[in-house]
């Protein structure tokens, strides 16, 4: 369901690391979510919109500038994918341990 569609939102009160965010920019798809848990560092770079907590009218605003700016969206989408890629997929996970180890070592 995740893939069809154009805008993924997440709107909590609390959050570590989420994995649905994660999913969200692996598939390249622009996100809005709430400015919690690792969600501020998931998404640096201008890759999603962030919202307070419980701000009802933020999140309404951010939905709709998303939702008419096709250009934008894709914007978000592209960087949000690009990031997911540089940073979480299990090829850079697995260089970055690496060299944790070796440091170790």
Partial sequence: ????????ILPSYTEGFPNAVLEAMALGK??????????PEMLEGGCGLMIKPANVLELTEAIAVACYNNQLRAQLGTLAKARALANYSIDSVFHRYAVLWRQRC
Wanted: proline share 0%; aromatic share 6%; net charge negative.
């Fill in 1 to 8: 369901m995740l893939a069809a569609c154009d805008l993924f």
């Fill in 30 to 39: 622009a996100i809005v979510a709430t400015d919690v848990g690792a969600i």
